[in-house]
């Protein structure tokens, strides 16, 4: 699902596990106050750090799960699709490549929303633009080409999202994992209510295929109010004054001492990089000439090999993704011979067991380290896609009833080993960039993700209408073998203790 490394004037208010310096120095009460007497002149009076912070973790919690209701639509509603509109599996995959041209578009617009409309505006266009989307595809336009254009529309406002609330989380320091987890677990929650709950109002509540879709506008404006509660302080001028801050504090990046330094005393902030704290204008809005100045984030963000190594490893992973959660129900339809509701479980029992790994597993990760423990994960992936591809010929023919359910159990299986994977590599690249960045850099990796997201998925809709559907597993084993070498590249730099954040 965003991006993390742009430069000082193009980050957003992201970094809220660490405060601005007049907030947490309590000792220091004429900076407080000139912090307060701003704030009540422009009639905002933000919470406190924890209670902000918390409510802004809830609201991106929510966000992620309206998130994953949308995306595991699209495995839902592929037979409704070929019914509907008269497709071929070759034809009906290109619903895959409508994410990443919302990403891809979310990446040009984030850094001027952010900018000019501070988190509080991507809080609000993201929300109305999933709205629109959902609301045109309900339409059921009788083109099949129209309708994924709307769809398009929603991809727009939900790479927007993803891309702010991932280097939110990221770059948190101390609990980056954890927090992460949150979110991306979240999204699973949601990837796994929305197959269950599609298919059983169609199924048991007779609804057609396109009514889902204006369910799902209706969760999308619960999404906008929510947010834009929670983030109805983070206007433009508090996006500038945090980045005015940020370019006197060093990163997690450049000094790791610095930040834990500030952590454990906060009244530290006064004086780092021996700056005094009441110089610092927080308040004041750079102009627009030293911003057109700046140097081009995307030249700044591609200097970095990481960047690269972390693309091409979410453009695998997330592929992997799309391709189990999107074709498991052809696949276990028409390979497996599962009933309906069994063969629509088997998507939710990817994104559900996506919601397990990434709830419980993101403490394993702080704990062990990023490198072994992701390294583990995905061995086990790839054991647990190997023996999904080879079930067929592992029983006897008086157990054939049974593959229906064991090929389930493996999907989940794998679901919850692939949870971690994404956030992972999101702090992965946030420890290994400078903090300006992490905001640019984020949504660049999640945006190549998406295209992976869409490329395999085609890919293996082509290989599906020329080899039948039996090829799909083994290719799913490829992918997975293949990101756990680009994980031993990406990883390759991070000594010992370094990928414990």
């Known amino acids: 699902m965003a991006s993390d490394h742009t430069n000082a004037a193009t980050q957003p208010l992201l970094q809220e596990s660490r405060p601005l310096p007049h907030a947490i120095a309590n000792d220091h009460a004429n900076e407080t106050t000139a912090v307060t007497t701003s704030r009540d002149e422009n009639n905002t009076h933000p919470p406190t750090r924890t209670e902000g912070k918390t409510l802004r973790i809830a ?3 929510l966000s992620f799960s309206v998130m994953g209701l949308l995306v595991s639509t699209v495995g839902l509603m592929l037979p409704q699709l070929e019914a509907h509109y008269h497709l071929n599996d070759a034809q009906v995959s290109a619903i895959f490549t409508v994410a990443p041209l919302g990403y891809i578009l979310a990446t040009l617009l984030t850094r001027t929303v952010h900018a000019r409309l501070g988190r509080r505006g991507i809080a609000t266009l993201g929300p109305t633009l999933q709205l629109l989307g959902a ?6 336009p009788s083109h099949y080409g129209v309708f994924l254009a709307l769809l398009g529309i929603g991809s727009l406002g939900v790479g927007l999202l993803d891309g702010a609330w991932c280097a939110w ?7 980056a994992n954890t927090v992460s987890g949150l979110l991306h677990g979240s999204f699973s929650v949601g990837a796994g209510l929305g197959p269950v709950l599609g298919g059983l109002l169609m199924e048991e509540g007779g609804w057609e295929w396109w009514a889902w879709y204006y369910a799902l506008a209706g969760v999308t404006v619960l999404e906008a109010v929510v947010l834009a509660i929670a983030f109805r302080h983070d206007s433009a001028e508090r996006y500038h004054a945090e980045q005015s801050h940020q370019s006197l504090q060093p990163s997690h990046h450049d000094n790791p ?6 952590l454990a005393d906060p009244a530290a902030a006064v004086t780092i990089n021996n700056v005094p704290d009441d110089t610092t204008p927080l308040l004041k809005p750079p102009n627009s000439s030293s911003l057109s100045s700046s140097p081009s984030p995307a030249r700044a963000i591609t200097t970095h090999p990481v960047v690269w190594i972390c693309a091409a490893f979410l453009l695998v992973e997330v592929g992997t993704e ?8 052809l696949f276990l339809s028409r390979a497996r011979h599962a009933p309906p509701q069994l063969a629509a479980a088997g998507s939710s029992a990817f994104w559900i067991g996506q919601t397990v790994g990434r709830l419980s ?17 995905l061995a086990i992936v790839a054991a647990s896609s190997a023996a999904f591809a080879a079930l067929p010929y592992g029983l006897e023919s008086d157990g054939t009833r049974q593959l229906p359910g064991i090929s389930v159990a493996l999907v989940a299986l794998m679901g919850v080993f692939c949870g971690p994977l ?3 590599a999101i702090v992965r690249l946030t420890c290994a960039l ?3 960045l992490h905001v640019g850099a984020v949504t660049y990796v999640a945006m190549i993700g998406q295209v992976g997201g869409a490329l395999l998925p085609v890919g293996i809709g082509l290989l599906i209408q020329s080899l039948g559907i039996g090829v799909f597993p083994v290719v799913v084993v490829g992918q997975v073998v293949i990101a756990l070498g680009l994980w031993f590249l990406f990883s390759s730099g991070m000594g010992d203790g370094e990928d414990k954040v």
């Not at 799309?322 to 129900?329: C, E, K």
């Open 135 to 140: 609301l045109g595809a309900g339409a059921h």
């Open 361 to 377: 597993l993101g403490a394993v990760t702080d704990r062990y380290g990023l490198r072994r423990a992701v390294a583990v994960y």
């Open 322 to 329: 799309s391709a189990v959660s999107g074709w498991v129900v």
């Open 434 to 436: 400078p903090r300006a």
């Open 169 to 175: 989380a990221g770059a948190m320091p101390g609990n």
């Open 422 to 424: 994404f956030p992972s």
């Open 257 to 262: 001492d610095a930040e834990n330094s500030l």
């Open 59 to 61: 609201a991106a919690m």
